[in-house]
Structure formats: structure tokens, C-alpha cells
């Protein structure tokens, strides 16, 4: 007997999954209870090059902890952002590149980590077209078949 797959309802569930690891992470991280920083980068021949295939990094700063979402400064030109892309990061909460950060970035507070997560599972998605988390590196230990890999 064949068994069906949702697979819209197991690709939700994945980047459910990641959300929550990295709620979780971010959240110990604003607590000194992790080790920083984490790189989240889109599997793509151009990941180990430079310029680079997107990604998303978390690291300490003079102010704490900082998300950041890389730009066209440091992406190869096939994923350079649009406008439309640039917007969608905007209203998700993200800077726009500056002098202080040359990457889209926001800080991480506190009482705000969901809402960090879910800004960085939509750059992921909707602003680079991530299909599943199954398709980035580094990804917090989120493993193909949906479920966290036990550390």
C-alpha cells in the first residue's frame, strides 16, 4: 500500500520547525546561553565563492546580537535583490544596507526573538525562494525527514 504525502502540510511543518529551533536559539543567545555566531547559507554552487549564494548570519555586537541578511555587496548577480525584494525584507523588519552594516540586518532583542525568526524565515523564503529548509546549510540541525536532530 502506498502511503500519501501531504507535501504542502510537510514543507509548512519544516520551516516550523526551523522557526521554532531558531526562536529557541535566538532566545538562549540573548540569555549568554549560546555559542555564537550561526550561518545559514542556500545550498547553490555559488555557496563557497565570492561573491556568495545568500545567506543569513547571527553574530555578537557592541549592541548584543545582530540578524543580518546578505546584499548585493556580497551576493553573486544572479541573486541580487529587486525592489520588490528589498520591500518584502523592509516590511519583515530588516535595515537597509548601511555604513554601520554593508548587509540587510536588524538587532535581536530580547522579548522580540519570534519575531526574529519569523524575519529570517521569510527572507529565506519569500525574499530568495528557499522551497524547504532541506535546501540550506547549516541549517540548525533541521534534518530532511522534518523532525530536529537529536544533538
Known amino acids: 500500500m502506498r502511503t ?17 529551533d531558531l526562536h529557541r536559539r535566538l532566545d538562549e543567545a540573548t540569555r549568554g546561553e549560546a555559542v555564537w555566531p550561526f550561518l545559514i547559507e542556500v545550498e547553490a554552487p555559488e555557496r563557497d565563492e565570492a561573491p556568495c549564494a ?6 555578537a555586537d557592541a549592541e548584543g546580537l545582530r540578524a ?16 520588490a525584494q528589498a520591500d518584502v ?3 519583515a523588519g530588516w ?10 540586518w536588524r538587532q535581536v532583542t530580547a522579548g522580540r526573538t519570534a519575531e526574529t525568526a519569523d524575519a529570517i ?25 522534518d523532525e530536529p536532530a537529536v544533538s
Open 121 to 145: 524565515v521569510t527572507a529565506l523564503r519569500e525574499v530568495f525562494g528557499v522551497v524547504h529548509p532541506a535546501f540550506l546549510v547549516d541549517a540548525l540541525d533541521v534534518v530532511a525527514d
Open 68 to 83: 543580518e541578511v546578505s546584499s548585493d555587496h556580497y551576493l553573486h548577480p544572479r541573486y541580487w535583490l529587486d525592489p
Open 95 to 104: 535595515e537597509a544596507p548601511d555604513a554601520s552594516c554593508p548587509n540587510h
Open 89 to 91: 525584507l523592509a516590511r
Open 54 to 59: 545568500p545567506y543569513v548570519q547571527v553574530m
Open 4 to 20: 500519501r504525502v501531504d507535501l504542502h502540510k510537510a514543507t509548512e511543518r519544516a520551516w516550523t520547525v526551523l522557526r521554532h
